[in-house]
């Protein structure tokens, strides 16, 4: 694996619901290019941490730094740095007063202020990408869940990010619809995007990533290739939170 | 039976017929209530604009979340909902003069019902704006759109659609409620039906006056029912 520069870089994170300290001072580096992947049971701070990595969560304490810019810093303007960083929910999110092409479109014209003739052609061009060319006309609720997931993609990668972030992306879905989302990832993985996924996606995990994090109650436990965390884990809840997902 | 009671039940309901169709009566009087019908269309518009305006204005001044604002609007809201629109044109029209604000009754009616609409209104679109999903900010905010950007371009979208129908109900209620102009001499619909009753001893204007009104809610109905649907999106 090329290790390139550090695109994503975290620092002694730590965030409180309340009482409940969920992230208990998480380090982490992303490199460009690389493909981190994150498990864990559920309640262990995964999809925290990703939310945090755009500051749809806010962080208690800790720095993050993404492409260079301090995400916490005063000064820094939240919504120019969030263009670089696209995420994708469980939920997909798409707008759903809007066609695929009007929810691709949207922060293309309103984020960016690209005149409509040059959003639509980006626009286009990202559903082409993700398989999705003959559905631009169509409304959210005439598409499948996989199409969906694809769109919700199509409308992160559009804005050509520096990272994107996937929150549980194909949890929501249907067992046949999983694979259509995981190829698309593939690809998007395979053109270099530096991604942070957090999925129970085992198989693609194995396949694709080049670094598996496993977090359990707000901590990072154990970090490495996915042959490591799935074969010969080192510690003893890894070894029990691995050996529980391969009995499915 | 003897064969008289046809006879008498004729003259029960020529009585009738004379009572609230007098021809006579309502041929001289169409004119003004026809009057009275365009000051009623003139002032429902007004008001409808008006208060539709400003409920979503203060709906959107209440997602910004500043709580002394946010209870001035609680407050103001809850007490134009409270208050009997009757009471607040009556209060208006002979307790604004006494600080120097006498407005004569179109102007206080127009303003008063606006008040009331928009209370509801807000209430309305507020509870539109509070029943989008949170993913649909955190989508639209996770592409770099702010606030205002989310909001008019995600969410209000969506909410206005959502309360189409109880604004519709409200639009209606309202346009009725310009029949309280007519307490402080507001020639509306009512007003020019009652006064005509009294000079001509009959109360067929009123008659007259009840399909003024017919004219006047069959569009907005039809209206509404077309705005539901042509801005609805499939679920």
Not at chain 1, 58 to 70: F, Q, R
Not at chain 1, 223 to 232: A, M, N, R, S, Y
Not at chain 2, 115 to 130: H, M, N, Q, T
Not at chain 2, 199 to 220: D, Q, R
Request: glycine letters at 8%; charged letters at 20%.
């Amino acid at each position: 694996m090329t290790q390139g520069p550090v695109l994503l870089s975290v620092r002694g994170l730590r965030k409180s619901f309340g009482a409940t300290e969920v992230l208990r001072g998480i380090d982490l580096d992303v490199h460009e290019r690389e493909l981190v992947f994150i498990i864990g049971p559920s309640g262990s701070g995964k999809s925290t941490l990703l939310r945090c990595c755009n500051r749809l969560e806010e962080p208690s304490s800790g720095s993050i730094i993404v492409d260079g810019t301090d995400l916490m810093a005063r000064g820094t303007d939240i919504n120019l740095l969030r263009r670089r960083i696209g995420m994708v929910f469980q939920n997909f999110n798409l707008y759903p007063h809007m066609t695929a092409l009007g929810n691709v479109m949207l922060a293309l014209r309103r984020v960016l202020k690209k005149p409509r003739a040059e959003a639509e052609e980006i626009a286009r061009a990202a559903l082409a990408r993700v398989g999705l060319a003959d559905k631009a006309a169509n409304y959210p609720t005439e598409l499948s869940g996989g199409q969906q997931q694809r769109v919700a993609i199509a409308r992160a990668v559009a804005l050509d990010p520096k990272i994107m972030l996937f929150d549980e992306p194909t949890s929501a879905l249907d067992p046949e619809l999983v694979g259509s989302v995981l190829a698309t990832m593939r690809e998007l993985r395979e053109s270099g995007m530096t991604m942070m996924v957090v999925s129970h996606e085992m198989g693609f995990a194995r396949a694709a990533a080049d670094r598996v994090l496993f977090m359990d109650q707000g901590e990072i436990i154990e970090q490495g290739p996915p042959t490591q965390i799935f074969e010969d884990p080192r510690e003893a809840r890894t070894r029990a939170f691995v050996q529980q997902i391969n009995r499915h | 039976m003897n064969p008289a009671s046809p006879a008498a039940a004729m003259t029960n309901w020529q009585a009738f017929l004379f009572t609230f169709f007098d021809a006579k009566t309502m041929a001289t009087y169409a004119p003004k209530i026809a009057q009275g019908f365009l000051l009623t269309v003139e002032l429902a518009i007004l008001i409808v604009i008006s208060g539709l305006a400003l409920g979503l204005f203060l709906a959107v001044v209440r997602s910004f979340r500043i709580r002394p604002l946010n209870w001035l609007i609680v407050f103001a809201v809850d007490l134009f909902r409270a208050l009997p629109p009757l009471v607040i044109i009556v209060f208006f029209y002979f307790g604004l003069p006494v600080v120097g604000l006498g407005f004569e009754g179109f102007t206080t009616t127009w303003l008063a019902l606006t008040l009331v609409l928009a209370a509801f209104a807000e209430e309305i679109f507020w509870a539109g704006i509070l029943a989008v999903p949170k993913g649909q900010w955190e989508a639209a905010r996770s592409t770099g759109l702010g606030f205002l950007g989310t909001l008019g371009w995600v969410v209000l979208p969506q909410a206005i659609r959502m309360t189409i129908p109880p604004l519709t109900n409200r639009t209606i209620a309202i346009t009725k409620g310009t029949a309280l102009g007519s307490v402080v001499a507001v020639a509306e619909i009512l007003s020019t039906a009652q006064s005509a009753m009294a000079e001509s001893a009959n109360p067929s204007p009123l008659t007259l006056g009840a399909i003024a009104y017919i004219i006047l809610f069959v569009p907005v109905v039809i209206a509404g029912r077309w705005i539901e649907t042509r801005f609805a999106w499939k679920r």
